[in-house]
């Protein structure tokens, strides 16, 4: 027993899963460039044998961001789709998946396109509404897969209510905690089974890395998901898992500044005579603003809107930015607008689409940390540009 006080998110977020090389003395893990190690005798190792099974470079991040979500196991993979897959694999044909119905195009793909195909069947809807939910539960369903906020309006679902609804039928509860990271949002300790990260965003923050991570508190879920790591080989290079703590460690600092711009944004817009709507948490109009206020530690960075007119103004707003960089992802230091519709979502049919109220006009911006000042003047005069 230990009365000493736990260590508070940046301390772990700097240290968590890391020690200076016994070797050398180095204070940043190594790079291990490595795909297998020496063995004393046959079966007898250091721990590692083939890199595809463990990596020192890989334990070490999936070590901190275990810590940082509360969680005993972390395991990381190449892309968040790899998690996401890898969670997903650890289900049986004929099993059934609820799913929100606001979710990454990237999920809602995998899903429908890949395994529905082998005998997985899953039902969209919106998971902010607890009685959608339990409508949605067979006695097939195993999983509940979660995004909140969701991608791209920006929507709250109530964790704690949705994983007390469902932990009485026997499902487990996923949440893709990538917009609000584990700074922002716990939810391990809201009563769900596994957490799972596009660890390319705001975890990496610098747009210069591609990955994903699974953390849970289960030994037998990871025991499950650590056998699917090693047998499928989804797994990151030493290079990445290098990058990705690097950017953990100025985690905390970067929420902070996201979280704050991204408020100043959205108030601004909110205000503005040619926007018709904004979607983020922190605004005082939100439907789950008081959730929110629950379960996160501030708004977040991501924020998406309309603009007044035709679907075809926003397509030369989003374009007109100088500041804010037209692309694909989101959570790096630099400022991204993005079209949904025809971007990150456009491989959600139309008619699902706007079922679930994203709209061909909608924008959705992930908020650097540049100056507030700047990025208001940018979008301001994109704006006036796009009329």
């Known amino acids: 027993m230990t009365d000493e006080k736990p260590l508070g998110f940046s301390t772990r977020a700097v ?41 020192p470079t890989r334990l070490a991040l999936e070590r901190n961001l275990a810590a940082l979500e509360g969680g005993k196991f972390g395991l990381c993979f190449a892309s968040g789709m790899a998690a996401t897959s890898t969670v997903v694999q650890t289900l049986s044909s004929g099993d059934h998946v609820v799913c929100g119905n606001d979710v990454y195009g990237g999920t809602y793909r995998v899903f429908t396109k890949v395994f529905r195909r082998f005998g997985l069947s899953f039902s969209f809807v919106n998971v902010c509404d607890l009685k959608a939910v339990e409508a949605a539960i067979t006695p097939s369903t195993k999983l509940v897969w979660i995004e909140t906020p969701t991608n791209p309006l920006l929507q709250i679902v109530d964790i704690a209510a949705v994983c007390a609804l469902v932990k009485t039928k026997g499902v487990k509860v996923a949440v893709d905690n990538t917009f609000a990271t584990p700074y922002l949002q716990q939810p391990l300790s809201l009563g769900a089974d596994l957490v799972v990260h596009s660890t390319t965003k705001y975890l990496g923050g610098h747009s210069d890395v591609v990955g994903g991570a699974v953390v849970t508190g289960d030994a037998a879920l990871h025991e499950s998901l650590k056998f699917l790591q090693n047998a499928v080989g989804a797994v990151p290079g030493p ?15 970067r929420m902070e500044r996201h979280c704050d711009n991204a408020r100043r944004v959205a108030e601004h817009l909110a205000r503005h005579p040619e926007v018709a709507k904004v979607h983020y948490p922190g605004l005082p109009s939100h439907r789950g603003r008081d959730i929110a206020r629950r379960q996160m530690r501030d708004f977040g960075g991501m924020i998406s809107f309309e603009l007044k007119a035709d679907v075809y103004r926003a ?10 960089s037209l692309a694909e992802s989101l959570g790096g230091v630099e400022s991204l607008i993005g ?16 079922k679930a109220g994203l709209t061909d006009g909608l924008i959705r911006l992930s908020v650097g940390i540049e100056d507030a000042d700047d990025l208001i003047a940018d979008l301001d005069q994109a704006i006036a540009s796009s009329k």
């Open 339 to 354: 079209h949904p519709a025809s971007m990150t979502h456009g491989s959600i049919p139309r008619e699902e689409r706007l």
């Open 239 to 253: 290079l990445d898992c290098f990058l990705v703590l690097r950017g953990t460690k100025t985690l905390a600092l």
């Open 15 to 55: 240290h968590a899963g890391q020690e200076p090389d016994p070797a050398t003395g180095a204070i940043m893990t190594p790079v291990y460039l490595t795909s297998t190690y020496v063995q004393p005798a046959p079966g007898k190792h250091k721990g590692f044998d083939y890199a595809r099974t463990a990596h």
């Open 315 to 324: 397509l030369r707003m989003a374009s007109s930015c100088k500041v804010f």
